[in-house]
């Protein structure tokens, strides 16, 4: 079981900031891909930006040149910090990670932080 807990939503005015963080835990033996998706009400999940093990980064066009994705391996915890926000970002962030605990695969989810963004 790998278990994720995502903190650092909030409500912001447009133009700020804010930083997302999820830790992983459980029995964890490789990470290929962590990444962090959004779904706005009344929306489909998507994908804002992920990262797999060799660091090359992958971001949806709405939040490139704003949003950072980063992780720390030691921690196993992924960053999103979103700069420049606009009302349209608002939505629920949800981490996902992929990897492997030795025995078999894993995709699991966060229990999801809400972003608001305000004009």
């Known amino acids: 079981q790998v278990q994720l807990v995502e903190s650092g939503g909030g409500s912001v005015q447009a133009g700020g900031s804010l930083r997302l963080s999820c830790a992983a835990s459980?029995?964890?033996?490789?990470?290929?891909?962590m990444g962090w998706y959004r779904q706005a009400p009344g929306q489909q999940r998507e994908l804002a930006a992920s990262?797999?093990?060799?660091?090359?980064?992958n971001y949806a066009d709405s939040v490139k040149g704003r949003f950072t994705i980063s992780r720390d391996h030691a921690k196993n915890t992924v960053y999103l910090q979103m700069n420049s926000l606009k009302p349209e970002d608002t939505a629920v962030y949800y981490c996902?990670?992929?990897?492997?605990?030795?025995?078999?695969?894993?995709?699991?989810w966060g229990q999801g932080t809400q972003v608001t963004v305000s004009s």
């Open positions: 996902n990670l992929r990897g492997d605990t030795g025995r078999t695969t894993f995709n699991s």
């Open positions: 990262i797999i093990n060799g660091g090359r980064t």
């Open positions: 459980g029995s964890i033996f490789s990470i290929s891909v």
